[in-house]
Structures are given as structure tokens and as C-alpha cells.
T-cell receptor
């Protein structure tokens, strides 16, 4: 059974640019959540999608957005990148959400 | 607001010693609690969840609603237990925001 796949693994962007990260959940998992992980703040919840609808949202500015497709694959977009957006972005999937997540390896985003 | 506190950033023990990683939570409803582990150069993975009441790799965790705690315990630590451990909380039902603690780094010395 394939795990959660995140692409790309590494990304370097310039301030002001935008970026799109992709996540393919485990087959059959309908809930996809995104987290930002930094040494200073730890794991912070961005948002969760379930059946193509954003079901929950963390405390991040509107520059962070996402979506989920009918096959449960999810994308996360960050517009107008700031240096502080440099982080490891983790995607996690779950059959229903709240019942334990399977995490991807993450996308390491560096903003210069 | 829900909150998860792991008071120790680092826990260092010798092989064979008992281990207890502390986790305290704040949540007004009925919580679901989890422990996740991240070994060096590996992805974050679910270790155990309180409703399963199971022992994984010799680790157990008991939910104490009176003390709002969910400490992770192992009677005899092994070197391969060295990792980063995260306590996490979800509210029951579908409308929740999952919250992770800041993590405790466990180092088991030979």
C-alpha cells in the first residue's frame, strides 16, 4: 500500500513568488491535513480537507490556501512568499480525520 | 482553546531504565489523544492512540482525565527508542483542529 506522497521534496523560491505543493494521500483516505513545521513553532496546523471541502482551518494568513480534488489529492498554495514561510510542510492523510494520521515526508521550502 | 504541553524538550536515559514522556492537555470536550514518533531521517508516524489501549514497541499511554494527562511510558528503554516524540490531541467528531505538542527528544544511551 503506497504511503502519503508529497512533491516536490525540496523547493527554493524568492520572496514575493508563489508556490504550489502537492500531496497524494493513501488510497481510500478522504481527509488530508497540512502542517507547517519549524524549529521555533513546532508543528502548526494549516488546514484540513475532507471530500473536496475545507473542513477546518488553522490560524494562518489568507496567503495560505489549499484545495482537494475528487481523487482526494490535495494541493497547497502560498502566495507572496515571505522569508518566514521557510519551513517543512507536511501533509497527512486519514480515513475520516481525527483518527490518527499517516504523514508524508514533507516538502522543504526555502524562501530567499 | 485546546492545548497540548510537553514540558520536557529533552529526556536522556540509559538503556534499560524506565522512560516516561509527559503530556498534558487542555480541552473542554472529550479528547482523542495520540503519540507520534519521528526517528532520525524518517517521517513522522503514529505510535499509539488512547482509544486502542494497546502497547506498541513496549510503550503504553493511559489517559488520565482527572489530571488531563496522557503520559507515554516504557519500563525498559532501548537504544532504538531514541527519537522525537509528539503528543497530539483531536476533538471528537469531525469538526476539530488537531493540535500537536512541541515534542520531546528522547535519547537512550548505551
Amino acid at each position: 500500500k503506497a504511503g502519503v506522497t508529497q512533491t516536490p521534496r525540496y523547493l527554493i523560491k524568492t520572496r514575493g513568488q508563489q508556490v504550489t505543493l502537492s500531496c497524494s494521500p493513501i488510497s481510500g483516505h478522504r481527509s488530508v491535513s497540512w502542517y507547517q513545521q519549524t524549529p521555533g513553532q513546532g508543528l502548526q496546523f494549516l488546514f484540513e480537507y475532507f471530500s473536496e471541502t475545507q473542513r477546518n482551518k488553522g490560524n494562518f494568513p489568507g496567503r495560505f490556501s489549499g484545495r482537494q480534488f475528487s481523487n482526494s489529492r490535495s494541493e497547497m498554495n502560498v502566495s507572496t512568499l515571505e522569508l518566514g514561510d521557510s519551513a517543512l510542510y507536511l501533509c497527512a492523510s486519514s480515513p475520516w480525520g481525527g483518527d490518527g494520521y499517516t504523514f508524508g515526508s514533507g516538502t522543504r521550502l526555502t524562501v530567499v | 482553546a485546546q492545548r497540548v504541553t510537553q514540558p520536557e524538550k529533552l529526556l536522556s536515559v540509559f538503556k534499560g531504565a524506565p522512560v516516561e514522556l509527559k503530556c498534558n492537555y487542555s480541552y473542554s470536550g472529550s479528547p482523542e489523544l495520540f503519540w507520534y514518533v519521528q526517528y532520525s531521517r524518517q517521517r513522522l508516524q503514529l505510535l499509539l492512540r488512547h482509544i486502542s489501549r494497546e502497547s506498541i514497541k513496549g510503550f503504553t499511554a493511559d489517559l488520565n482525565k482527572g489530571e488531563t494527562s496522557f503520559h507515554l511510558k516504557k519500563p525498559f528503554a532501548q537504544e532504538e527508542d531514541s527519537a522525537m516524540y509528539y503528543c497530539a490531541l483531536s476533538g471528537s467528531g469531525g469538526s476539530y483542529i488537531p493540535t500537536f505538542g512541541r515534542g520531546t527528544s528522547l535519547i537512550v544511551h548505551p
